[in-house]
């Protein structure tokens, strides 16, 4: 759904609507359109480096995220109890903080997976990049535009991926306590699948404009953008105000699946990390179960 997002999200780059050519209709028909022509291995290019940058986006969004809200809790609230004190403006601040060091980690992997993506020998939409691999591309970018060239779009990924981590895990515990307090769900499978749902739809909600013009900045050669603001000015008034949210769909069918299986999965690792510390390390040791961590 990545390579079909990427393929939407680029066609028709700065060109009036009704002038586009509409290689790809839909979610469904860039998907088969894709895998009549390129086969399912041109559905899978640039896996790889989706891999890389997904263990290095959630590794540091989740891995800061509550350190960081225990830490700015502990400041704000010293005479509150950290694991059950929930602070709103503090949540979105360490999502979005931690989104941020993430995005800034994995930039280069998502530059190239985004151009491997993008590149298509039948059906080319945008400025296309022939790299063999993704180590390939990241040697090629190198040695065409430097390390500054690797980080190319970073603001834009910043930007985007700020957005998501900033609605994900907010929306996520919002669910949870709401979904627990009027539906009266307990704490498990259940309740993390149908949470984890909401917070899907809303990162895709927040996410997906500057998901857009991330796409374009990464995929450009030369400077057509020369930033963030720039490719949105341009887009606008090239495409209209909907053209940020070109590819809609294919990005909800990829992220939604996402967020479930991320926070679903995240909150069983840590409640079996928990169990192994209760075992293993002395009592008082030890934290017991907080009512927003994962």
């Given at each position: 759904?990545?390579?079909?997002?990427?393929?939407?999200?680029?066609?028709?780059?700065?060109?009036?609507?009704?002038?586009?050519?509409?290689?790809?209709?839909?979610?469904?028909?860039?998907?088969?359109?894709?895998?009549?022509?390129?086969?399912?291995?041109?559905?899978?290019?640039?896996?790889?480096?989706?891999?890389?940058?997904?263990?290095?986006?959630?590794?540091?969004?989740?891995?800061?995220?509550?350190?960081?809200?225990?830490?700015?809790?502990?400041?704000?609230?010293?005479?509150?109890?950290?694991?059950?004190?929930?602070?709103?403006?503090?949540?979105?601040?360490?999502?979005?903080?931690?989104?941020?060091?993430?995005?800034?980690?994995g930039s280069p992997?998502?530059?190239?997976?985004?151009?491997?993506?993008?590149?298509?020998?039948?059906?080319?939409?945008?400025?296309?990049?022939?790299?063999?691999?993704?180590?390939?591309?990241?040697?090629?970018?190198?040695?065409?535009?430097?390390?500054?060239?690797?980080?190319?779009?970073?603001?834009?990924?910043?930007?985007?991926?700020?957005?998501?981590?900033?609605?994900?895990?907010?929306?996520?515990?919002?669910?949870?306590?709401?979904?627990?307090?009027h539906f009266s769900?307990?704490?498990?499978?259940?309740?993390?699948?149908?949470?984890?749902?909401?917070?899907?739809?809303?990162?895709?909600?927040?996410?997906?404009?500057?998901?857009?013009?991330?796409?374009?900045?990464?995929?450009?050669?030369?400077?057509?953008?020369?930033?963030?603001?720039d490719c949105i000015?341009?887009?606008?008034?090239?495409?209209?105000?909907?053209?940020?949210?070109?590819?809609?769909?294919?990005?909800?069918?990829?992220?939604?699946?996402?967020?479930?299986?991320?926070?679903?999965?995240?909150?069983?690792?840590?409640?079996?990390?928990?169990?192994?510390?209760?075992?293993?390390?002395?009592?008082?040791?030890?934290?017991?179960?907080?009512?927003?961590?994962?």
């Amino acid at each position: 759904m990545s390579h079909t997002t990427a393929g939407l999200q680029l066609q028709g780059e700065l060109q009036p609507t009704s002038l586009t050519p509409r290689l790809y209709r839909g979610v469904l028909h860039g998907y088969t359109s894709i895998l009549r022509t390129e086969g399912p291995r041109g559905l899978m290019r640039g896996v790889g480096s989706a891999y890389i940058y997904q263990i290095l986006l959630n590794g540091c969004r989740l891995g800061f995220y509550e350190p960081l809200r225990s830490s700015l809790t502990s400041l704000l609230y010293p005479s509150s109890p950290t694991a059950t004190t929930q602070s709103l403006p503090i949540n979105i601040f360490s999502g979005a903080f931690s989104g941020l060091l993430g995005a800034a980690a994995g930039s280069p992997f998502f530059l190239v997976k985004t151009r491997l993506q993008s590149f298509s020998p039948s059906r080319p939409v945008g400025t296309q990049h022939a790299y063999a691999h993704a180590l390939d591309g990241l040697r090629q970018i190198r040695k065409a535009e430097g390390i500054k060239g690797l980080y190319r779009g970073v603001s834009a990924a910043m930007l985007r991926t700020g957005f998501g981590s900033a609605v994900q895990l907010p929306t996520y515990f919002l669910a949870k306590r709401r979904l627990t307090r009027h539906f009266s769900l307990v704490d498990g499978t259940a309740l993390h699948l149908l949470s984890s749902t909401f917070s899907g739809f809303a990162v895709c909600l927040a996410m997906h404009p500057p998901d857009t013009i991330m796409s374009r900045m990464y995929n450009q050669s030369g400077n057509l953008y020369t930033g963030v603001w720039d490719c949105i000015r341009k887009t606008v008034k090239a495409e209209g105000v909907w053209a940020v949210y070109k590819g809609f769909g294919a990005h909800l069918a990829r992220i939604l699946p996402h967020t479930v299986l991320t926070l679903t999965l995240a909150e069983r690792t840590n409640r079996w990390m928990r169990g192994v510390e209760e075992t293993v390390l002395p009592e008082g040791v030890w934290r017991g179960e907080g009512g927003g961590k994962i």
